[in-house]
T-cell receptor, first 114, second 118 residues
Framework: LAKTTQPISMDSYEGQEVNITCSHN???????ITWYQQFPSQGPRFIIQ???TKVTNEVASLFIPADRKSSTLSLPRVSLSDTAVYYC???????????????FGKGTKLSVIP | DSGVTQTPKHLITATGQRVTLRCSPR?????VYWYQQSLDQGLQFLIQ???????AKGNILERFSAQQFPDLHSELNLSSLELGDSALYFC?????????????????FGPGTRLTVL
């Protein structure tokens, strides 16, 4: 089962770099790692996705070690508008009888402090 | 704006009733996903449709059903409503979704429908 574990919450000051780590010890060979951001009462928003090593886009970087048992979302120079919940999504979990679970988990609530 | 639209934005109804939530995916997207988000359960995957066909089923109750129409919009039907069905219901769409694992699909979420069951 590709279950994920993330810190429940994190605080950071504006302008700092924030690193959020997700553990996924049972990641399968064909699983990718995807991060979403969610503001209150809004739908999640795709941030970044990767399979191995490092991926960077205009908003974040994703670091994945060789064993792929964890991943780290890096947000450079956060601002107040980055205050949100961040979810790590890894793999479908087959739960039998044709059913799959996409486990977003509880996510990490990031609070950016002025 | 993700390009995914959901109606209605808010819905208040009574226990035992039936409601229909509507979702229009981004132009060109063939996949539609439905999620339920409540305070105590987090974001729960309900069901996925790809080009009119059911592709994956998650934690969807038998009282709930969904379909995707030829124009690719989707509807989620909730019947015999209970107090515990009160939640935010999100629809997402993707240009992917034809192969497994669907967790790799880049999903674009709509603004959600807030359902309150009294």
């Amino acid at each position: 089962l590709a279950k994920t574990t993330q810190p429940i919450s994190m605080d950071s000051y504006e302008g700092q770099e924030v690193n959020i780590t997700c553990s996924h010890n049972n990641i399968a060979t064909n699983d990718y790692i995807t991060w979403y951001q969610q503001f209150p009462s809004q739908g999640p928003r795709f941030i970044i996705q990767g399979y191995k090593t490092k991926v960077t886009n205009e908003v974040a970087s994703l670091f994945i070690p060789a064993d792929r048992k964890s991943s780290t979302l890096s947000l450079p120079r956060v601002s107040l508008s980055d205050t949100a919940v961040y979810y790590c999504l890894v793999g479908d979990i087959y739960s039998g009888a044709g059913s799959y679970q996409l486990t977003f988990g509880k996510g990490t609530k990031l609070s950016v402090i002025p | 704006d993700s390009g995914v639209t959901q109606t209605p934005k808010h819905l208040i109804t009574a226990t035992g009733q039936r409601v229909t939530l509507r979702c229009s995916p981004r132009s060109g997207d063939l996949s539609v996903y439905w999620y339920q988000q409540s305070l105590d359960q987090g974001l729960q995957f309900l069901i996925q449709y790809y080009n009119g066909e059911e592709r994956a089923k998650g934690n969807i109750l038998e009282r709930f059903s969904a379909q995707q129409f030829p124009d690719l919009h989707s509807e989620l039907n909730l019947s015999s409503l209970e107090l515990g069905d009160s939640a935010l219901y999100f629809c997402a769409s993707s240009g992917e979704g034809a192969v497994r694992p669907i967790s790799t699909d880049t999903q674009y979420f709509g603004p959600g429908t807030r359902l309150t069951v009294l």
